[in-house]
């Protein structure tokens, strides 16, 4: 059974950063495109970043753009989201997943697979 294991996230005021990872293990990482997703509460799953397969490549959400970035460590297989200027709406429950679909990657949860049980974020002042 694959799944993966996200961890990184806390409690932090407006404008601080985090660093989440999401890890695996049985599972050729390379292969695959890497997403996070975030879920606020009473809101659907949103995903807000991923990471192509080959060129690595990415796609942000625009709630998003210019504050997140993805990146990827395909020998450790292990993904990164780093979090810059977070505000309150930034709020939720964070999961990683992948998507074995050829390039580019999508933002969308119901093509990816592997879910982990998520780390959460909270911005608070």
């Known amino acids: 059974q694959v799944q993966f294991v996200e961890s990184g996230g806390g409690l932090v005021q407006p404008g601080q950063s985090l660093r989440l990872s999401c890890t695996t293990s049985n599972l050729s990482f390379d292969y695959y495109h890497v997403a996070w997703f975030r879920q606020a509460p009473g809101k659907e799953r949103e995903g807000i970043a991923c990471i192509a397969r080959s060129d690595e490549t990415t796609e942000f959400a625009d709630s998003v753009k210019g504050r997140f970035t993805i990146s990827r460590d395909n020998a450790k297989n292990t993904a990164y989201l780093q979090m810059n200027g977070l505000n309150t709406e930034d709020t939720g429950v964070y999961y990683c997943?992948?998507?074995?679909?050829?390039?580019?990657?999508?933002?969308?949860?119901?093509?990816?697979?592997?879910w982990g049980q998520g780390t959460q974020v909270t911005v608070s002042s």
């Open positions: 997943a992948v998507d074995a679909r050829p390039p580019p990657c999508r933002l969308k949860a119901d093509e990816y697979y592997f």
